[in-house]
């Protein structure tokens, strides 16, 4: 079955250093590739997307993610975390083409220390 | 420009009620569709609709239906509510079609819903 992996359900970081988010799928084809971050009591907002083209994509608030065919990832990086950056990420994927219908991984807390 | 709108925000309903949560959207979107998110689970779509009069299953869709008469409105309807249900509820649109041009999903505040 298709599949979306997040391995990391928490990670903590200190304001100013770096932070990569893992994400992995499980799918033969290139799927549409998302990332969205929801603040406490939040809907989902897009940081990002890849549908095709260059494999280092760049997002909202300084985050950027890059597709790795060969490993079936999208990981999610910023080079310098702010404490607002504090909330939970979602990696999702459409395995159907259309950019419609998500799988969602089980998402990974950031939290961030001063 | 409201985006995606979801009501109510909170509910609490007692085991077998029924219930309807609406969502609407004023963005013009084809494509609707509601999901589910529980702790540790991430979100899991129930039901979507690729149009007017055209609704299909996700991945979780016992014990819901849906229906789509409108562009604007999808609403989700339990029959009858049991605890298994309890969740926060995330409603969803975007323009239909894939492509490098296509816009990915608009989501709504979501609904918290509580069955006891």
């Known amino acids: 079955a298709q599949s979306v992996t997040q391995p990391d359900i928490h990670i903590t970081v200190s304001e100013g250093a770096s932070l990569e988010l893992r994400c992995n799928y499980s799918?033969?084809?290139?799927?549409?590739l998302f990332w969205y971050v929801q603040s406490p009591g939040q809907g989902l907002q897009l940081l990002l997307k890849y549908f095709s083209g260059d494999t280092l994509v760049q997002g909202i608030k300084g985050f950027e993610a890059e597709f790795k065919r060969s490993q079936s990832s999208f990981n999610l990086r910023k080079p310098s975390v702010h404490w607002s950056d504090a909330a939970e990420y979602f990696c999702?994927?459409?395995?159907?083409?259309?950019?419609?219908?998500?799988?969602f991984g089980t998402g990974t807390q950031l939290k961030v220390e001063l | 420009n409201a985006g995606v709108t979801q009501t109510p925000k909170f509910q609490v309903l007692k085991t077998g009620q029924s219930m309807t949560l609406q969502c609407a959207q004023d963005m013009n979107h084809e494509y609707m569709s509601w999901y589910r998110q529980d702790p540790g689970m991430g979100l899991r779509l129930i039901h979507y609709?690729?149009?007017?009069?055209i609704t299909d299953q996700g991945e979780v869709p016992n014990g819901y239906n849906v229906s789509r008469s409108t562009t604007e409105d999808f609403p989700l309807r339990l029959l009858s509510a049991a605890p298994s249900q309890t969740s926060v509820y995330f409603c969803a649109s975007s323009p239909w079609g894939g492509g490098e041009g296509n816009q990915p999903q608009h989501f709504g505040d979501g609904t918290r819903l509580s069955i006891l």
């Open positions: 799918y033969g084809a290139t799927p549409y």
């Open positions: 999702a994927v459409d395995f159907t083409g259309g950019g419609n219908k998500l799988t």
């Open positions: 609709s690729v149009g007017a009069g």
